[in-house]
T-cell receptor
């Protein structure tokens, strides 16, 4: 089992470009999450999906959109990248109201120049 | 403003010393988790505490959940270089899992 897989691992974008970060899980989790991690700020929740077909905003959703394509896949889209979106992005699955473990991907390091 | 405040932000100690990391919030959580993150990797769960006043031990690591379920602490006894890493607390309600800013722990040999 791969667990939670993110692609790409690294990406450089120019300001204004768009891109989609892909995330797939093979652990049959209902819930999936997108976080961004910046120095000194920990992990901040961008969007989450409690179950297939539902998505909700987290703490910092501005500038992002998400799609829960099916139970396995949860993608994050930047429509018009800005330097402030330079960050490490983590996808996670698994945590829910039953207080289970969140499993994280290895992250995508995004630089917007 | 972070929902969960961790302190200290950085901690550097000698091998064999003890350390404590704190996680505080004004919110009540249904559970609180501690994760450890290595450079270039995603966080990995260490423990989940659910009941107010709960104490859990994991080898040299001791975790406490405050009686009011708003705060927690992580204590490491006789720290080793392998304990070096970023320690993150996370509080959950419903489907939202919020993280503190983390404590970077460095254990010198």
């Amino acid at each position: 089992n791969a667990g939670v897989t993110q692609t790409p691992k690294f990406q450089v974008l120019k300001t204004g470009q768009s891109m989609t970060l892909q995330c797939a899980q093979d652990m049959n989790h209902n819930s999936m999450y997108w976080y961004r991690q910046d120095p000194g700020m920990g992990l901040r929740l961008i969007y989450y999906s409690a179950s297939e077909g539902t998505t909700d905003k987290g703490e910092v959703p501005n500038g992002y959109n998400v799609s829960r394509l099916n139970k396995r896949e949860f993608s994050l889209r930047l429509e018009s990248a800005a330097p402030s979106q330079t960050s490490v992005y983590f996808c996670a699955g698994g945590w829910d109201s039953m207080n289970t473990e969140a499993f994280f991907g290895q992250g995508t390091r995004l630089t917007v120049v | 403003t972070q929902l969960l405040e961790q302190s200290p932000q950085f901690l550097s100690i000698q091998e064999g010393e003890n350390l404590t990391v704190y996680c505080n919030s004004s919110s009540v959580f249904s559970s609180l988790q501690w994760y450890r993150q290595e450079p270039g990797e995603g966080p990995v769960l260490l423990v989940t505490v659910v009941t107010g006043g709960e104490v859990k031990k994991l080898k040299r690591l001791t975790f406490q959940f405050g009686d009011a379920r708003k705060d927690s602490s992580l204590h490491i006894t006789a720290a080793q270089p392998g304990d070096t890493g970023l320690y993150l607390c996370a509080g959950g309600n419903d489907y939202k899992l919020s993280f503190g800013a983390g404590t970077t722990v460095t254990v010198r040999a």
